[in-house]
């Protein structure tokens, strides 16, 4: 069975960083596009970025473009989430997903249409 388990969230203040983590078991995502979406308190779920299987295609949403970096390690089956310059409206639960797709149907996919999610994972940005 599939998992994706996030870890590193937490509270930060604005300005702060944090670097979030999501570890794969239960087999090897090979080819599989990963990635990140955030999730606010009244508000849809939102993609934040996208990294394909070797990493050499990485995208992201406007909003966090030149603050947050992905990048992966697929020898130990791992994602990861670089947020700097972190703001109090990005609060929220990040979620790490896995996916068949491209990259493009990845970032635009909704909830259902991804075929792993993590359990997510806490940011909590004070001002």
């Known amino acids: 069975q599939v998992q994706l388990v996030e870890s590193g969230g937490g509270l930060v203040q604005a300005g702060g960083s944090l670097r979030l983590s999501c570890r794969v078991s239960?087999?090897?995502?090979?080819?599989?596009?990963m990635g990140w979406f955030r999730q606010a308190p009244g508000q849809e779920r939102e993609f934040v970025s996208a990294?394909?299987?070797?990493?050499?295609?990485?995208y992201y949403a406007d909003s966090v473009k030149g603050r947050f970096t992905t990048s992966r390690d697929n020898a130990k089956n791992t994602v990861y989430l670089q947020m700097n310059s972190l703001k109090p409206e990005e609060t929220a639960v990040y979620y790490c997903?896995?996916?068949?797709?491209?990259?493009?149907?990845?970032?635009?996919?909704?909830?259902?249409?991804?075929?792993?999610w993590g359990q997510g994972t806490q940011v909590t940005v004070s001002s």
């Open positions: 997903a896995a996916d068949t797709s491209t990259i493009s149907n990845f970032r635009s996919a909704k909830e259902y249409e991804i075929d792993y």
């Open positions: 239960g087999r090897t995502l090979s080819r599989y596009v």
């Open positions: 990294i394909s299987w070797i990493g050499s295609n990485v």
